[in-house]
């Protein structure tokens, strides 16, 4: 069995730990639909660069949703790696050591 596998199992018996686990699961959740998000922008901007609109948009205003699309994504980022800041800190213990 991998073993992050078996620590979530460990985790899932926890209820605190299944509670947080319910948080993180759904904030990843959030972030992976989101990134759906920039990479449909990022299609309509390349397509209405190259002919002039895309889903009735122009590029101008894709690239002013990309610009606040981004914005949001830098804090959802920012939040995705302070829940994770332990796993983070272990991994760069590894990759340091």
């Known amino acids: 069995m991998d073993p992050m596998a078996k620590a979530f199992e ?8 299944r509670k947080r ?7 990843s959740m959030l972030l992976f639909i989101m990134f759906l998000g920039v990479i449909f ?12 609109s895309f889903l009735g948009l122009n590029r101008l205003q ?4 990309r610009s606040k ?8 980022i920012l ?11 272990k991994e760069l213990e590894i990759l340091f050591e």
């Open 62 to 65: 894709f690239m002013e949703l």
């Open 69 to 76: 699309y981004g914005i949001i994504m830098m804090f959802l």
């Open 41 to 52: 922008i990022t299609i309509g901007t390349v397509m209405a660069t190259k002919t002039g």
């Open 79 to 89: 939040i995705h790696l302070t829940m994770n800041r332990n796993i983070m800190k």
């Open 10 to 17: 460990e985790a899932k018996k926890n209820p605190k730990m």
């Open 21 to 27: 686990l319910k948080v993180k699961a759904a904030f």
